[in-house]
Structures are given as structure tokens and as C-alpha cells.
């Protein structure tokens, strides 16, 4: 916060913090109470959807929707109602007083009455040295973005849950080879989706295995893999490899304000997005490691929405 | 919009003359069609290219029709960003950024817009 004058810093009643589901949800109910809320769009606009292909699970949808055409659609219904989105990141917050200050991109002081959190969650990476070297050069956590480099090709994805399903499943469409490599002897992911992965004649199973490196100059050109039972060390040549094995909330930003768990997750109060400071609301997956799906982020987000209006008004009263 | 855009449209035909012998530094999106956060920078793309207008050049390259370039600079992800000067790549971003990122990076190649 040093350094930065908030005498003239423009001053919101509603500032929501992420565009995905949620805070775009937030976002139009906010709106359409006249709030005119500021959107801070964040790192990766959109949200998680924005690296989908379809969605099949929204409802109102009967013949699915592209991920990024849905977050346009939302995007457009928010700033319908006068919302504003405005695109940056916030870097640094003051919760500890109200009204609760924010600076976005390092540089531009915002003041809020209220702070509606919906940063979201980002993919998780193994944390190799090589996997950040390699990073778009051959490893890539989006298979719906960068499959398509990898026709004719063998790859390999990492991941167990619904992501790491839906991912190989894609891959179909390019690669001639799928190994899906899991440290576990089964997968977390819904019946369905493992049911389509294990009769995929494209996709082999690389049960009990973990990733213990990734090899490559320029571009990948294999992973050494180790089956945890034996301890066998071993080569798998792969021009592309994909990490799906799973998300963390993007919450750091208030780790020294809001009650969190052991992960990250934001805690919210039972039935209301109700933080443990008075006047911030958090909402979708920053506050959910359950169901983390975009109708329920763009439920909390609504519920959010409506918190911050009713705790503005008894502010007022 | 596309009538005013002042960026270049990059094939493998071109990009030779277009961006390796290019008198100016150039910053090359690979993107394509089907790529989600290609579309969250592509109006970034197209402000650059009018702030940096006879500074630095800006180009889009689809590489669903220009997989030769693409496939040249090792890009296995999109959206990826390029940055070239004197024919040679001096720096580069994969995914999405925000647009002060990709200004400041230009500027240090470029200089300070008009």
C-alpha cells in the first residue's frame, strides 16, 4: 500500500474482484440493484470456462455451449445493467478498515464500501523445473487450447478427476496416442466420464505411475515416469504433455484478512457468502472445493450479489 | 472494427519480409479460431497495434493456416506471444497478459508510444 495516494482514489459502493461465472453473476445482480459496480477482470478473463470447450451441465442450454461464447454472454448481461469491466488485477488489498482499499495493477487506488471476492481457482502444475521451462512448448494445463499442435502425435496427460477425463477425451480428436498417467490404482472422476475414457481405443491407462521429470531441449520430447509399486523408472516418449491434476484458489491476495482453510479456500458463514470481515462477500470457487461447477459459482455469486446489497442497506438504515 | 485495425495479417508466405526483415521490432500473436484466450487478447492486440503505430509493428498469425511458422518457433501453445527484432525472437509470452505487460514489453524494444 505504500506509496500509493488514496486521497483521490475513485470510490465504488460494490467493487467485485474476477470474471468468471460468479463475479460476472455478482456482477448483473449488482447491476440491476444500480449499484454500478467496477469488475476487475484479473489474470485470466473469463475464468476456468474460458479454457473449455463445450458445456453440456448449464442449464438453458439443451444443445450445450462453448465456454468462452458463455462468459461473452454473461460479460454482455452484466454491463447491460451498468456494470463496469474493466481490465486488470488487483495486486494488493486493505481489508482492515472500511471503506476496504484495493490497488489494481500495482499502480491505480480503488475504495470500496464493499468487496465481493470471486478470483476463482487456476490448474495446478507438478512444480517441476522442466514443466515451466517447457511451459507452451510441449506442456500446456489447457488440452482444449493446445491439442490441436499434437495431431498424429503420442502425448501424455496427468490427472485422475473430471478435467483430466474430459482433457484425454479431446486429445482423441488430434493425437494417435493417449497414455493418462495416474499416481492411483482408480480415478476420482464421474462414472460417465471414466466409462468414455477407458473404452477409448486411443487412450492407454498408466495406472500406480507418477511424473518424475520431462525431457526435452526445445520442445518436449518425453517424460520418465515411475510405477509407485515396483519403483521401475522408466522413458515415455511424448511430444505433448497436459496437467490436470486439479486447481488452487487464487486467494492469496487475502491470506493476511480473510478466514481460509488449510488449502486456501475461503470460509464463508453458513448459508450466506458472509466472510469473516463485515462488508466482503466471497463467492464460486474461491470459497468451493466441493461442487465447483459454474452453476453453483454463478449461484454464490447471485447470493453474494445480494448480501452485499442488504448488508449496504442496513448500513444505511 | 477490422476496417480500422492496423495490425498485420501474417501467413507463411510473408513472414519473412513482414517480420524477420522488418526495420521495426514486431510482436507476433499466434493464434487461431478455436482458442478461448485468444479471443480475451485479441482487442489488446488490436489497441497495440494502434498505440504502436509506426513504432513497432504488430502481426496475428492463424496457425491453422500457417502451421509452417508455427511449427518453426516451437509454438505448441496458444495464444503465444513473440516478440522479434532484427529477425530474431528476443522475447515471448504464452497465454494471456495484461495489456500493461505486453506495452512494457514493447516499449523496451520499441520505445515509448506517440
Known amino acids: 500500500m505504500e506509496g500509493i495516494d488514496f486521497g483521490s482514489a475513485e470510490h465504488r459502493k460494490v467493487v467485485i474482484i474476477g470474471t468468471g461465472p460468479a463475479g460476472l453473476t455478482a456482477a448483473i445482480y449488482s447491476a440491476r440493484a444500480n449499484f454500478a459496480p467496477l469488475v476487475i477482470q484479473g489474470p485470466e478473463p473469463g475464468g476456468q470456462l474460458i479454457t473449455t470447450t463445450d458445456v453440456e451441465n448449464y442449464p438453458g442450454f439443451p444443445d450445450g455451449i462453448m465456454g468462452p461464447d458463455m462468459m461473452q454472454m454473461f460479460e454482455k448481461q452484466a454491463e447491460r445493467f451498468g456494470a463496469e469491466l474493466r481490465w486488470g488485477t488487483v495486486t494488493s488489498v486493505d481489508l482492515s478498515q472500511r471503506p476496504f482499499k484495493l490497488i489494481v495493477d500495482e499502480e491505480t487506488p480503488v475504495t470500496a464500501d464493499t468487496v465481493i471476492v470471486s478470483t476463482g481457482a487456476s490448474a495446478m502444475y507438478l512444480g517441476l523445473e522442466n514443466e515451466s521451462r517447457l511451459l507452451g512448448h510441449g506442456v500446456s494445463a489447457c488440452a482444449t487450447c493446445d491439442g490441436a499442435f499434437f495431431r498424429e502425435q503420442n502425448v501424455a496427460i496427468v490427472g485422475g478427476g473430471d478435467t483430466a477425463m474430459e482433457e484425454a477425451l479431446f486429445l482423441t480428436r488430434f493425437a494417435s496416442k493417449i497414455f493418462l498417467i495416474h499416481r492411483r490404482g482408480e480415478f476420482r472422476a464421474s462414472k460417465i466420464m471414466q466409462d468414455r475414457v477407458l473404452s477409448h481405443e486411443k487412450i492407454e491407462v498408466l495406472w500406480n505411475t507418477t511424473v518424475e521429470d520431462i525431457r526435452g531441449d526445445k520442445l518436449v520430447e518425453g517424460l520418465v515416469i515411475k510405477d509407485v509399486n515396483t519403483g521401475e523408472v522408466r522413458d515415455l516418449d511424448v511430444e505433448g504433455f497436459f496437467v490436470a491434476i486439479g486447481h488452487t484458489p487464487n486467494t492469496d491476495l487475502f491470506k493476511d484478512f480473510l478466514d481460509m482453510d488449510e488449502t486456501g479456500y475461503i470460509q464463508t458463514q453458513s448459508d450466506s457468502t458472509y466472510t469473516n470481515i463485515e462488508g466482503v462477500f466471497a463467492c464460486g470457487d474461491a470459497q468451493d472445493h466441493i461442487y465447483r461447477q459454474a452453476v453453483t459459482a454463478a449461484g454464490t455469486g447471485c447470493m453474494a450479489a445480494i448480501d452485499a446489497e442488504r448488508w449496504l442497506a442496513d448500513q444505511e438504515a | ?114
Not at chain 2, 28 to 54: H, K, M, N, Q, S
Not at chain 2, 66 to 94: C, E, H, W
Open chain 2, 1 to 114: 472494427m477490422a476496417q480500422d485495425a492496423k495490425y498485420v495479417t501474417l501467413t507463411d508466405a510473408n513472414f519473412a519480409s513482414e517480420v524477420l526483415e522488418s526495420d521495426q521490432p514486431v510482436l507476433v500473436d499466434f493464434w487461431a479460431t478455436w482458442c478461448g484466450p485468444c479471443r480475451i487478447i485479441a482487442p489488446v492486440i488490436v489497441e497495440l497495434a494502434d498505440e504502436f503505430e509506426g513504432k513497432a509493428k504488430i502481426g496475428k498469425l492463424d496457425v491453422d493456416h500457417n502451421p509452417q511458422t508455427a511449427m518453426q518457433y516451437g509454438v505448441r501453445s496458444i495464444p503465444t506471444l513473440l516478440f522479434f527484432k532484427d529477425g530474431q525472437v528476443v522475447d515471448q509470452l504464452v497465454g494471456t497478459a495484461p495489456k500493461k505487460v505486453l506495452a512494457a514489453k514493447l516499449e523496451a524494444l520499441a520505445g515509448q508510444p506517440a
